[in-house]
């Protein structure tokens, strides 16, 4: 039997402003346990939380580059539960009056275009870290990540595989990154994800069982988590067997998920609005004022490149991804113009030789945009060959150097001087009377191997253009 | 009755309360006093009210995301029943 695979995520990211959500605690990262909270965060009673402009101002630009609604009047309601992550007995969160709703982004996979829908964008605190004892049955709370806003994305259970949801999750996260709002770092738990995902018999309406999983900290974690489970609810479903919904957690490194046990019996987190928050109201100016501050995003920049430059939709995908690796395109487009060999040495030598990161950190690379551009030209203009600007390349990557400095130190220029050449041509003509012989008698073939020596004597500097018409020519004399 | 025996056992769940029979008798009989007091409230005619959710008719209560100064965690951690000078110790949970 073929079953039909509906995923949808849930993507939690966390928000880069400087305080916490409704008090003036800093967010900032890796402080000592406990030592940025505050009454409000630390759940005292009789507090009043105050609610940070700024997260409404990021999560309408979120809203506005996801082709969302946003609800004129939204509210923060109480998700109620224990857990001693959670100091106050609650999550202040949203409802059923989120900020914004019915939104969409579009996906490309197998060179298809596909548009997945958002079903809502809330608003809402993060909890704090726990830390579990090795040996004691101890548990350590740390407050200090408790009520960092968050918002969490909703998406329709529109994706048929694996690939399309890292595709999907890959461009909520670049999207993020292009508006500024998040830093999306997954291994510091800046940007987290769930997955909701069933199997059904192809043709059938009604949704099968879910499973949620959790704890997938990388995007190819999440692709493998969502392959093992696959699997594992196809074997159940084809011996006839039920999948039970349950929250897994996805053990990376035995490459299974397990049973989590539930927060919560039955999930009833008996919400309701919270009375020490007010509505949130947000008016057209509000909205106008944020669409104006919306930088270029990824899908447009792509479409640019695609329009403009002429690259092709791979090329403009895999260079307008991240933010930083476009910037550097188009700062070393200032310095060579074909698009299409730029891209090409971005893609491959580039990324290749690139050992700083992903392609978010390429503004720690030593070759700046500049630099290679100034090394392509040099391709362009014939001063050196394909092959060499590849060595000069290396070069460039771990020292640091200009392309021309490098050139000039180590004597690369390709040798376009005639007369240096032809004495060569004439000495390895001499060497080898034979090879002459085999030539001048119909044998052309043999021009591979003087070409080849020449490359040799000059270490591939020769340019081998020049190098095959002064041998066409000396030969025939 | 308005609520049964086993939602009073699952509201104290919830709650993390451990209430004997005796007490869920009792709380029985107050809780569905309570209960009936605000179904009273059903008895006004609300088609086309909006919900109120807030007793003060105020939106859009704000702060500029400023940092202001935490607490010393010495203090942070003063209120809880057990804490080793960096974190609350809690009962492992996982």
């Excluded at chain 1, 704890?215 to 999948?243: K, P, T």
């Excluded at chain 1, 030593?366 to 362009?380: D, G, R, W, Y």
């Amino acid at each position: 039997m073929e079953f039909e695979i509906v995923i949808g995520l849930e993507v939690h990211a966390q928000l880069k402003t400087n305080t916490k959500i409704f008090c003036g605690c800093t967010t900032s990262f890796g402080a000592a346990p406990n030592s940025h909270t505050c009454p409000v965060c630390l759940g005292m009673p009789g507090v009043l939380p105050v609610l940070n402009k700024q997260v409404v101002d990021y999560s309408i630009r979120m809203a506005l580059a996801t082709n969302c609604e946003i609800n004129r009047t939204n509210q923060f309601a109480r998700k109620n539960y224990f857990y001693p992550d959670l100091p106050k007995g609650y999550q202040v969160s949203q409802f059923d009056l989120p900020i914004a709703e019915h939104g969409w982004v579009k996906i490309e996979v197998e060179d298809e275009s596909k548009k997945i829908g958002l079903t809502r964008i809330h608003m809402e605190e993060d909890a704090g870290k726990l830390v579990h004892d090795e040996r004691e049955p101890k548990s350590y709370v740390d407050l200090n990540r408790t009520a960092v806003p968050l918002i969490e994305i909703v998406s329709e259970p529109d994706l048929r595989s694996p690939e399309e949801a890292v595709a999907y999750l890959k461009k909520i996260h670049s999207i993020l990154r292009y508006l500024d709002i998040c830093d999306g770092n997954m291994q510091e738990g800046s940007f987290r994800c769930d997955a909701n995902i069933s199997l059904r018999p192809h043709g059938q309406k009604e949704l099968g069982t879910r499973t949620e999983l959790k704890n997938m900290n990388s995007f190819r974690n999440v692709q493998r988590a969502l392959e093992y489970e696959i699997r594992r609810q196809r074997d159940l479903l084809l011996e006839g067997e039920e999948v039970v919904q349950a929250t897994l957690l996805w053990d990376p490194d035995r490459n299974v998920t397990s049973s989590m046990r539930s927060k919560e019996e039955a999930h009833d987190y008996r919400y309701f609005p919270d009375p020490d928050l007010v509505p949130i109201v947000i008016d057209e100016e509000w909205i106008e004022t944020a669409r104006a501050s919306l930088p270029e995003l990824p899908g447009q920049r792509k479409q640019r490149f695609m329009e403009e430059l002429g690259l092709p939709a791979y090329d403009a995908e895999v260079l307008t991804a991240a933010k930083e690796l476009a910037d550097y395109f188009e700062a070393a487009l200032l310095g060579y113009d074909n698009a299409k060999k730029l891209s090409n040495w971005i893609m491959t030598e580039l990324m290749r030789e690139f050992k700083g990161g992903g392609p978010e950190d390429i503004a720690a690379c030593k070759v700046s945009p500049a630099n290679l551009a100034a090394l392509l030209t040099m391709v362009q203009k014939g001063t050196i060959s394909g092959k060499i600007a590849k060595t000069v390349f290396s070069d460039m990557m771990e020292s640091g150097k200009e392309a021309e400095a490098i050139v000039k130190e180590k004597n690369l220029s390709q040798m376009s001087d005639e007369g240096d050449l032809v004495r060569i041509v004439q000495e390895i003509m001499a060497d080898n009377p034979e090879q002459v012989e085999q030539f001048r008698d119909g044998k052309t073939k043999v021009m591979g191997f003087f070409v080849g020596q020449l490359m040799k004597k000059t270490k591939g500097q020769a340019n081998p253009q020049m190098a095959n018409e002064l041998f066409q020519k000396e030969l025939t004399k | 009755m308005k609520i049964s025996h086993d939602e009073i056992r699952h509201v104290a769940k919830l709650a993390r309360l451990e209430l004997s029979s005796a007490e869920i008798e009792s709380m029985a009989g107050q809780l569905d006093g309570i209960l009936g007091y605000v179904d009273k409230l059903s008895e006004i005619e609300t088609e086309g009210v909006k919900p109120t959710t807030h007793a003060l008719s105020i939106y859009n209560a704000f702060r500029e995301d400023i940092v202001t100064e935490s607490l010393p965690r010495e203090e942070a951690l003063k209120n809880g029943p057990l804490q080793n000078g960096e974190a609350f110790v809690v009962p492992k949970v996982i």
